[in-house]
């Protein structure tokens, strides 16, 4: 049987992913989180707070992060950031209480990878965990399908004038005026 790099595998989870770094502030629900991982075989570190959580990301850079959004000083939202800034390829699960869609649009805005409300179900984040960290393997490993198939179906060059134009790759090889300057300019071939 052919490996499909699209094909949803959980053991590519387990090779992907052996430290998970938990910031939670809660110390009852961050054990509980740690004990749930640990029976699965992962690493877990804990942090309670955006200081703590760059300390453990800097010093032993984790394969995951579950971040909650309410910390104390520094709101989850500010610590997702940071980690893209730091390092984009480690995936960020946010799971957090905050049910709202602009909560929501905002974690992803600053980066993360996957959103999870509280409650839930153990089985359901493990299944996320699974699906943020293959996507993210995938992603950084064997590049972004949707990326390549739009960098393939268009065209980027530069007019005399400086202007950088994009068009669509049908449009190869056909004469077009640049918007810029009004000059003819033929879409190259390759």
Same mark, same amino acid.
């Given at each position: ?20 770094? =938990? +910031?939670? *502030? ?6 509980? #989180? ?9 690493? =877990?570190?804990?942090?309670? *707070? ?14 995951? +992060?579950?971040? *909650? #959004? ?9 610590? %997702? ?8 390829? +480690? ?18 805005? =600053? ?19 699974? +699906? ?48 810029? %300057?009004?000059?003819?300019?033929? =879409?190259?071939?390759?």
């Amino acid at each position: 049987m052919a490996f499909d790099p699209h094909q949803h595998d959980p053991r590519l989870t387990k090779v992907v992913v052996h430290h998970v770094l =938990v +910031v939670e *502030d809660n110390a009852d629900e961050a054990q509980v #989180l740690k004990l749930l991982l640990e029976r699965k075989g992962y690493q =877990v570190t804990v942090a309670k *707070d955006g200081g703590q959580a760059h300390s453990s990301f800097v010093m032993r850079k984790p394969d995951f +992060v579950i971040l *909650d #959004l309410i910390l104390p000083g520094e709101s989850g939202y500010e610590v %997702c950031e940071h980690f893209k800034k730091t390092d984009p390829n +480690v995936p960020v699960m946010i799971v957090s209480a905050i049910e709202l869609t602009e909560s929501k649009n905002l974690a992803q805005r =600053v980066g993360c990878d996957g959103y999870l409300t509280k409650p839930y179900d153990p089985d359901h984040l493990l299944k996320q965990m699974t +699906v943020i960290a293959e996507k993210n393997w995938r992603k950084t490993h064997m590049g972004d399908p949707q990326q390549e198939r739009e960098q393939n179906d268009y065209v980027r060059f530069t007019c005399i004038c400086g202007k950088r134009l994009k068009v669509s790759a049908v449009h190869r090889g056909k004469s077009l005026t640049c918007s810029n %300057c009004g000059e003819l300019v033929t =879409v190259p071939r390759h």
